[in-house]
DNA sequence: GAAAAAACATACCACATAGTATCTTTATGG
DNA sequence: CCATAAAGATACTATGTGGTATGTTTTTTC
């Protein structure tokens, strides 16, 4: 990698750390550069401005982390309530860099910047409609395959999914880790009950 | 009203308003004090400060706020899980001053300041443990009479509850009124299982 | 190895921010 | 009706903000 690419990625991830616990618009330009070690001058050289580092740390830094951690846990395997739930178990119990106080950061995102700014809302919906849609693909296979009802709606049960993901980050920051625990334990009594 | 309070009481609800649809951070006290029309002198004679404003939002508008919408609703009749959910069905569709776009000024509030301030955090758990609790007592009480399976625990079915709620005024940022229709047939066909 | 472009550095600007100091007006109790 | 305190108005400050102008250094290209 270039010296150039390297300093372009470095601010992405200082930032993305950044915004993940503080928030986008409480996280300054001038602490980026502070953290980073990179002055203004190369900062402004890499994003024209500050929305554009947000729309490229989505696509850049967010989009490869969900795929990751979202959607390839449901790729092999034909246990698809059991997919779902290690999948959600290994969201919120197992992945290191997530801190239970700081929930999420791409629901973090959603919540503070889709009512602002369209550019935002687009990137974010997207990266919510990969997963929606992988949750509904397995669901469907698993439909067709014969192990889970067939009058459900898969669209619908993975919404149920991703909502409850979503409120589970936000609870978690006022009741602390003890309600991922619960929430797990009643998401796998309601999947084991799609067959 | 006296005179005095009645400002007090403009600026909590106009505050409330602005923070709402624009976050806290972002709601500056110029805007505040614009949109009231209220002085700085006035606004910084009843609040000594942004955060104490803040907490008085929380006190003294969301908490009489949330019992309106999400507690009343469960205290008289008899099916339970139907109240529950009609109690969710009235909070994101008949709630006239909600707007999809914003999600919930609760849910908000707590993804916004919760790991922020202390302050804010201990107030706003105060809200979601009222919440809880409402749902969990009337679970309790279903399972006495026999309504609802007994070998399910209330604390956890409640907390699945709320947490389906932060994430779908969450996703319907971004997926707008229609995901509240599927989350809404979901969580009945969710609440009917506990029979 | 020199010209050209990419990458970075520094100093600055206009504006917004929370909060304060100091004043004037309005209500209230005797 | 007058003294006293409550309530409100105005001007100001220190700091932080995103962004720019204008430089210097480093890398590439021929």
Redesign the pocket.
């Known amino acids: 990698m270039?010296?150039?690419?390297?300093?372009?990625l470095i601010i992405l991830q200082k930032a993305f750390e950044l915004i993940y616990r503080n928030g986008y618009?409480?996280?300054?330009?001038?602490?980026?550069?502070a953290t980073t070690?990179?002055?203004?001058?190369?900062?402004?050289?890499?994003?024209?401005?500050?929305?554009?580092?947000g729309l490229a740390i989505i696509k850049e830094v967010m989009y490869p982390g969900m795929a990751a951690a979202m959607i390839e846990p449901l790729m092999d395997g034909t246990d698809v309530p059991g997919k779902i739930y290690r999948m959600m178990e290994g969201l919120l119990l197992d992945n290191p860099f997530f801190d239970v106080r700081y929930g999420c950061p791409a629901i973090n995102l959603i919540e503070e910047m889709s009512p602002l700014s369209q550019s935002f809302k687009s990137a974010l919906t997207q990266l919510v409609v990969r997963w929606q849609h992988a949750i509904e693909h397995v669901l469907t296979l698993a439909q067709q395959s014969g192990t889970i009802r067939p009058d459900l709606s898969p669209r619908q049960i993975a919404l149920f999914v991703i909502t409850g993901y979503g409120g589970v980050r936000n609870m978690g920051k006022v009741f602390g880790q003890n309600c991922y625990k619960d929430f797990l334990a009643e998401l796998k009594r309601y999947l084991q009950k799609l067959a």
């Open positions: 270039g010296k150039a690419a390297d300093t372009r618009q409480a996280t300054s330009i001038d602490v980026i550069i070690q990179v002055t203004k001058g190369a900062f402004y050289y890499h994003f024209k401005s500050k929305e554009e580092m």
